[in-house]
């Protein structure tokens, strides 16, 4: 890949983890027993999405590929909060395609202005006056804060543009762009001067536009990876038209009909989807064409009986442009917008363990009881009705939850926190 264009990166992204709770006090003169007002902690900052208009390759992310938010921090004394970790932005392109990294599942398309909150950072923990009770008025016990999501993504830009020019290299597709539009791709007389896609805004007439990129040239065993092609392929899969720019004039030494057959065959190879999008057919430097040559017959004749229709031009000259991307817009008048990607991540299945994995935790008179298998069976228990209320007990006895907190030394009377949810125990 040309080192001037990076449209793939690897990138990995971890939200702020919650600060944990305070053990506080309130001690204040001529106050006596102010009791716990330990402060929760703060929330971890997000990692956010962002479109920025001005940036067209991911050559940013070449040099840093970690992005870390901010932690909340730790609550403190006089139930004060602990401030909010500071989240953080990153600006892609538009058109970047979110990925997951091990599964390559489409998490985001960014092509809309909406900001995406990648990775959320972690709630905070509750501060010791959340345990406060009758019967347990001084808790010296906190939570902690939870972890922030993390995740390995890979970014993935796919232009978007209405129109894609596509050809072998050096049949004028840059010149066309240029001669149609006022965008500037370097040009010259010599085979893959464009190494990076160039995009351009065709203004036909008030009211009428269009986006068309000028894709690097596309050579045989392009969809295999050979040449440029293959990592510049991806950009026209958003493209509602094809223009094929065929060199007609045989300067390079090749057969115009066998380059149109070719480069027809690598789209179909790389994508059938993507060879069956409609296309125009520019027979580019008619000018240089002598006037005994059959070539642009030949051409004709195989275009004709794909169904497309053939335009004949010069680029250099401009001869001939306008009335192409007139037929361009005409026939994008009736085409769908430009393709967004659907997201198609499936995030894996919890694991949810099993009772054997809660942790359980004396703090003070308290036993603090968490894991992933014990909030899935809350979730499912209505505990202002007795019998769900006896049944999540029965569950709780029958996988030894009580058994393994009997080895532990609980005793009747003492308070068993399930999920911030408090019960006392009874052998």
Known sequence: MASGFVDKANITVRAGNGGDGAVAFHREKYIASGGPDGGDGGRGGDVILIVDNHMSTLMDFRYKRKYTAGNGA????????GKDGESITIRVPRGTLVRDRETGGIIRDMSDGEPFVIAKGGRGG????????????????????????????????????DVGLVGFPNAGKSTLLAAASRARPKIADYPFTTLFPNLGVVYVEEGLSFVMADIP??????????????????????CRLLIHVVDISGSEGRDPVEDYKAVNAELAAYSPELAARP?????????????DDTALERLRHCVQ??????????????????????????QLASLPPVLVYEPDYVPPEPEFGSAADLEIEQLGDVWCVEGPWLDRLVAHINFSDYESRMFFDRVLRDNG??????????EDGDIISFCGMEFEYQS
Request: charged letters at 30%.
């Open 217 to 238: 040239g596309i050579i045989e065993g392009a969809a295999d990876g050979a040449g440029l092609g293959h990592d510049f392929l991806r950009h026209i899969d958003r």
């Open 126 to 161: 509750w501060g010791n006056r959340h345990f406060a009770t009758p019967t347990r008025q001084t808790p010296r016990f906190a939570k902690p804060g939870r972890p922030g999501e993390a995740r390995e993504l890979t970014l993935e830009l796919k232009l978007l543009a």
């Open 401 to 410: 939850v009580y058994e393994r907190m009997e080895a532990l030394g609980i």
């Open 279 to 291: 296309q125009l057919v520019a027979a580019n430097k008619c000018d240089l064409t002598p006037e």
């Open 305 to 330: 009986e794909d169904g497309y229709t053939l335009f004949e031009l010069s680029a250099a000259t401009s001869k001939g442009t306008r009335e192409l991307m007139r037929a361009a817009a005409g």
């Open 74 to 81: 730790p609550g403190e004394g006089k139930r004060r909060s």
